[in-house]
């Protein structure tokens, strides 16, 4: 989607104290991202000419997000929070001599997308030229939100916040999202006029609606949908915006062909790629950076972030799947099996009580119940390689840096410390006694005491 001739303010300098947070509230994160990047990526859709992010005094850590992300930003500082219109005159300078669209977003307004916005921009130029268009909703519960008053023609007349509506205004169902697009030849004649005489002092940007009226100029209303236009200023908003953002996840994967036995109880992040024909159990969550490839089958109650899965594998129940975990086709990760910055490639196979990390792990390879890469002596972390088609017994604990080789197998209950060659049988445990009969003597003392 590329819309030209535009620009975007994103007002963030809130500090959202209802979070009780002491982090700003829009680096709150939504599927794993910040608040504020998930409006970032979706505005990047638009493709604007310049976007102006605006934040509050010792607010750096908002824009240093935005900036490790890749955007290009003009950041500004409001230092004095006096309302929507006043953040938004803290643009000018930025977008002085600007002539196309403006649209003003919200970084506690995550979830709006980018069609809602090239809705927007296309209402912008149309021939009646308005020199405003207003994001409406129609809310479920509207009481506390501005009205949207509209001509009998359908073109917006004025905003008119719901403490100082008519009984007949608040019955208008149609109500602000406070997101706007706005003739940029115009938007900061509109914003002088601006008056914060009213109970709370500020400068409400909603006023320009009437001073681009009294200049002669149309404006007009886009609607979008309710979900997209949640404001986060609580936890329990925060919660909300998770279910919509999970519930948009979840649908995406299901049809790009994947199938979710219980969706409700899978979590995706943002960026999570699922295949076709992945099969994903109730209570599954994904972290950042996951890549699921097609046919595979994630058994329930299974932790992944961090990794790559090919072709058919088999990923649990009850498996754990940390950062760098590179898992190849046809691999089989069971219960309670735990793979940390490790490749296990094609047909190799970790079914029980396993953990491997820091380790490379050859074709068809057979890891037993059990089994330990002890890849940490305290102070740094080693690598362990296991060759293709190798046999590790269970409870083996191999001591890294080791290298086992192909076709090679160890001993249950073995401390595996040096290298193993291809084909060698490695056995560490100590040497088995029997004595004949003692099991019955020891009862039999026992008894008698």
Do not use: W
């Not at 886009?222 to 279910?243: F, K, P």
């Amino acid at each position: 989607m590329n819309t030209s001739n535009t620009a975007a303010i994103v007002l963030a300098a809130g500090l959202g104290s209802r979070m009780k947070s002491n982090y700003p509230k829009v680096l709150h994160t939504i599927a794993g991202r910040a608040m504020i990047l998930q409006l970032m990526d979706s505005l990047s859709e638009i493709n604007p000419e310049k976007i102006v992010l605006v934040i509050g005094p010792d607010m750096e850590p908002v824009s240093d997000a935005v900036t490790a992300a890749g955007y290009t930003v003009e950041v500004v500082i409001q230092k004095d929070r006096l309302g929507t219109g006043h953040a938004v005159k803290q643009a000018e300078k930025m977008l002085l001599g600007y002539h196309g669209t403006v649209l003003v977003l919200y970084g506690d307004s995550p979830m709006i997308t980018p069609e809602t916005m090239a809705d927007m921009l296309a209402a912008r130029i149309e021939p009646s030229d308005p020199a405003v268009v207003v994001l409406g909703f129609r809310p479920f519960e509207p009481a506390a939100y501005g009205r949207l008053i509209l001509s009998h023609t359908g073109g917006l007349e004025a905003i008119i916040e719901a403490q100082d509506a008519s009984e007949e205004e608040l019955s208008n169902e149609l109500c602000n999202s406070g997101v706007m697009a706005i003739d940029g030849k115009i938007l900061f004649d509109l914003t002088a006029k601006l008056s914060n005489d009213n109970v709370k002092g500020e400068f409400y940007l909603t006023d320009i609606i009437k001073f681009a009226r009294e200049a002669g100029r149309d404006c007009s209303v886009v609607e979008g949908d309710e979900e997209e236009l949640i404001g986060i200023n609580s936890r329990a908003e925060l919660a909300v915006a998770e279910t919509v953002m999970q519930d948009r996840l979840r649908e995406a994967a299901m049809e790009n062909g994947a199938t979710l036995t219980d969706p409700s109880s899978v979590y995706f992040s943002y960026d999570t790629q699922i295949g076709q024909d992945v099969a994903i159990a109730p209570n599954v969550y994904f972290g950042p950076g996951v890549e699921i490839c097609d046919g595979v089958d994630i058994r329930a109650f299974c932790h992944i972030e961090g990794a790559f899965i090919e072709n058919n594998a088999i990923i649990g129940p009850f498996a754990r799947l940390r950062p760098g975990a590179d898992i190849g086709e046809g691999v089989h990760i069971g219960n309670f099996v735990e793979i940390k910055n490790a490749t296990l490639a094609a047909g190799a196979k970790a079914n029980h009580l396993t953990y491997i990390g820091d380790s490379k792990v050859g074709e068809k390879a057979n890891i037993g119940a059990g089994t330990i890469t002890c890849n940490y002596n305290g102070y740094a972390k080693s690598m362990t390689e296991i060759g293709a088609g190798a046999f590790i017994g269970s409870n083996t604990a191999l001591v890294a840096p080791v290298k086992i080789g192909a076709g090679a197998i160890t001993g249950a209950g073995s401390v595996i410390t040096k290298n193993v060659e291809s084909d060698a049988l490695a056995i560490t445990r100590a040497e088995q006694k029997i004595i004949v009969g003692y099991a019955s003597k020891l009862r039999s003392a026992k008894v008698k005491k």
